[in-house]
């Protein structure tokens, strides 16, 4: 309902999109920006001593990756998907809605690092050129 009063719901496992045994899209594997790697499983090693891994749930992911791609002191960045219950979800897979953490599920090759492909690519924080406080 847009502009309703009733809350977003996530689908129940009845009414949700099939999921996939196998992820049938490739996410890339050097951060197009940073020269890291993009997959960077949280209990594999792969994260360097000294740093830490962490998910962060966001609307807009390609802008909010831009964002911490320029932190100072960040290894590497990635999009995805979580919170939902379609196993190995894509783009065209998602319902938005805020739930707990579950499985996480790396986005296309695409999506990852976007606005470096796309530097004119729609982001309201990155594209305008617009300063704000």
Known sequence: MIFGTRKTEL????????????????V?????????????????GVVPDGF???????GCF???EKTF???PGVWSTSVGYAGGITPKAGYGRITTAISPLGEYYY??????QY???????????HATG????
């Open 130 to 133: 617009v300063s704000y406080a």
């Open 28 to 44: 890339g594997t050097t951060h197009r920006v940073l020269g890291t790697p993009i997959e960077t499983p949280l209990d594999a």
């Open 52 to 58: 830490e891994a962490t998910v962060v749930g966001l």
């Open 115 to 125: 606005l470096a492909k796309n530097p004119f690519g729609y982001c309201p924080l």
């Open 11 to 26: 689908p129940d496992a009845q009414s949700a999109l099939p999921g996939r045994a196998d992820r049938p899209f490739a």
């Open 107 to 112: 986005a296309e090759e695409p999506h990852q």
């Open 62 to 64: 390609w802008g909010e």
């Open 69 to 71: 791609w320029e932190v």
